[in-house]
């Protein structure tokens, strides 16, 4: 008993020597709470959504040109290559490359969403592809 009680005697001691230390919650819940509502957070928040919608506006022509140039080539049994990144002449349309028969194919793709779709660019194309055309199933 006498071990019990120096070891109550000294945990007393130890609370009675400093009373102002603080010893925090346990509660998981009310620090996730405290780092949801703080101004770090709040601001780490705004800053990451504004740089989501800038990437989102600057790659949106090359995303519509993409989705239009795998349409393409899935229609044409051709192999998607890549597309430009920026309409550079602004005429709505970004260069692209599809490959069929071993022949490199470059298009122009519809950067609006309404206009989604590639046409062949013939007089970029190599002297053979330019006769061959694309041949209906």
């Keep these: ?30 620090g996730v709470k405290n780092f949801f509502a703080s101004w770090k ?10 740089i989501v919608t800038l990437l989102v506006i600057f790659y949106w022509q090359h995303l519509i040109a993409v989705m239009g ?16 990144v920026k309409d550079t002449n602004n005429d709505e349309y970004i260069s692209c490359t599809a490959m069929i028969n071993e022949q490199i194919v470059p298009l ?3 950067t609006s969403i309404f206009n989604v779709g ?15 055309g694309i041949q209906s199933k």
Excluded at 14 to 27: A, F, Q
Excluded at 118 to 132: D, I, M, Q, T
């Design 41 to 50: 957070f709040k601001l780490s928040a705004v800053i990451g959504v504004v």
């Design 118 to 132: 590639c046409r062949v660019n013939y007089g970029s194309a190599s002297p053979s592809f330019k006769g061959l």
């Design 108 to 110: 122009e793709c519809g």
């Design 69 to 84: 140039m795998k349409t393409w080539a899935n229609h044409a049994s051709a192999k998607p290559i890549d597309c430009m």
């Design 1 to 30: 008993m006498s071990i019990k009680s120096n070891e109550q005697q000294s945990v007393e001691n130890v609370e009675t020597v400093n009373p102002s230390i603080v010893i925090p919650e346990k509660d998981f819940f009310i």
